[in-house]
C-alpha cells in the first residue's frame, strides 16, 4: 500500500477516532486487496511505511463486499461497480478481505 | 453500518476508482472523508 496513503490513514484514524472510520477498497486482486486490508488494521506487513507496527484494527471492506453492496442504491452501484463486478475473482476478493477483517479488525 | 460513518477510500486504477465508490458508498449515507485511486504497475 503507498506510503504517503498509509500516513493519510494514520492521521484519520487518530484525528476522527478509529472507530469512527471504515476503510472501503476497490482493488482488482484478492492478493493486493488483502495486503491493503491488513495494512489498516493489523499494521503494514512490509515493515516499510508509517503503519508498521502500528494496529489501527480498523474496520475494512472491499466495495464488493455484501456488507456494503447491500447497504448503496441497487442502480447507482451497478452504473459504477456493475462491470468491474463482472470482470473481477469477487468470490477470492470477498474471501481475503473478510478473512483479514475477522482476525484484525477491532470495531 | 454506512450510514453516519466516516469513510476513507483507497480505489485501484485497474479494479474499482476511487470515484466510482465515492459515489455509492456516498448512497448509504457514508461521510467520505478521504478518497484516492491508487496505481500497482
Known amino acids: 500500500m503507498d506510503l504517503e496513503n498509509q500516513a493519510r490513514i494514520k492521521k484519520f484514524a487518530e ?23 491488513e495494512t489498516v488494521s493489523a499494521g503494514d506487513p512490509t515493515y516499510a511505511g508509517p503503519l508498521a507496527g502500528v494496529s489501527l484494527g480498523l474496520a475494512v471492506y472491499h466495495v464488493v463486499e455484501d456488507e456494503i453492496k447491500s447497504e448503496c442504491d441497487a442502480a447507482v452501484y451497478e452504473e459504477q461497480i456493475g462491470m468491474m463486478e463482472m470482470v473481477l475473482d469477487v468470490d477470492a476478493i470477498k474471501a481475503e478481505v473478510s478473512s483479514i477483517r475477522k482476525q484484525y479488525s477491532k470495531f | 453500518m454506512l450510514n453516519g460513518k466516516k469513510v476513507a477510500i ?31 504497475v
Not at chain 1, 15 to 37: K, P, S
Not at chain 2, 12 to 29: H, L, Q, S
Open chain 1, 15 to 37: 484525528e476522527l477516532g478509529a472507530e469512527n472510520l471504515v476503510v472501503i477498497l476497490g482493488g482488482a486482486e484478492a492478493e493486493a486487496a488483502g495486503l491493503a486490508a
Open chain 2, 10 to 40: 483507497l480505489g485501484d486504477r485497474d479494479g474499482i476508482p476511487g470515484g466510482a465508490i465515492e459515489a455509492v458508498v456516498a448512497t448509504a449515507g457514508a461521510e467520505v472523508v478521504f478518497s484516492t485511486t491508487e496505481c500497482f
